[in-house]
């Protein structure tokens, strides 16, 4: 095999393997966001149910926004849930690279995200497109299920 054919082979190699891998993490992602969605919805109406007949502005209220978006308003909040359609690998700064799990296999580093952020719920009501939401955590899933939790305060991170 010529110089040229070999590097085309390693190219070829590199392709499959990595697309197949991001093939596999996306459907990962994409199940488990499906699972997200279904706590929050029978979380919703749980809750709802304890609550009997209050108020109808405490309540929670779970929408099926779209494959890759939900909302679960409670009170005078509103939770977005939101699947990246990507995948991305850590950035190399990232902590994650620091640990075991990642140095035994690098492309155990790529993964798909799954953001949550937190809305004042009058932001929308409202449309007041300058006020400030802030992201409250990120849920990492890789091509072996094994997912990590970024999140404010005492959440920090998590490896399952």
């Known amino acids: 095999m010529s110089e040229l ?69 409670v009170a005078g909040d509103i939770l977005l849930f939101s699947m990246h359609s990507n995948i991305f690998q850590f950035d190399r700064e990232h902590p994650a690279w620091k640990t075991p799990y990642i140095q035994k296999n690098k492309l155990n580093a790529y993964s798909g995200i799954i953001n949550i952020y937190n809305f004042l719920f009058d932001s929308f009501k409202y449309s007041r497109l300058d006020d ?9 899933i890789n091509h072996e299920n094994q997912y990590l939790v970024e999140g404010k305060r005492q959440m920090g991170m998590l490896f399952s």
Request: hydrophobic content about 40%; proline content about 0%; overall charge positive.
């Open 5 to 73: 054919e070999d590097k085309k082979s390693a190219i070829i190699g590199t392709l499959r393997e990595k697309s197949l891998l991001k093939q596999k993490v996306y459907d990962n992602t994409l199940e488990w966001f499906g699972v997200v969605k279904d706590i929050l919805k029978n979380m919703a109406k749980d809750v709802n149910g304890s609550l009997g007949n209050v108020d109808s502005r405490i309540k929670m209220e779970y929408t099926d926004r779209s494959n890759f978006d939900a909302q679960l308003k």
């Open 132 to 140: 400030l939401g802030y992201l409250i955590a990120r849920i990492f």
